[in-house]
């Protein structure tokens, strides 16, 4: 499986409508600092929550959905801002 097959993602209509229970900025950061900072953040999201990770490193997207598979949440996608990503994950554990 490759890394751009890791997961099946919501559409970018849905994913503007999630309802967000934690935001890490992560901006600014290169890796490995988004996938840290997304560590630490997750048990401030509930189970079940969703949590975006901000980030200005390409690279997030691709750690963000390995973590996910490893860790057990699931991946939901991402969205392309000005200059950054907003990747979506939903706490599972």
Known sequence: ?????LAETMTDSELKALKIGKIVDARGTACPGPMLEAKR???ECPVG???EV????DGTIVDIQR???????EYLGNLAND????VYLQ???
Do not use: N
């Open 67 to 73: 973590w996910c598979r490893k860790m057990g949440h």
């Open 49 to 51: 929550g969703v949590m």
């Open 41 to 43: 953040a997750i048990g």
């Open 1 to 5: 499986m490759t890394d751009s097959a």
């Open 91 to 93: 706490r599972k554990a």
């Open 54 to 57: 901000q980030s200005s490193d």
């Open 83 to 86: 200059g950054f990503w907003s």
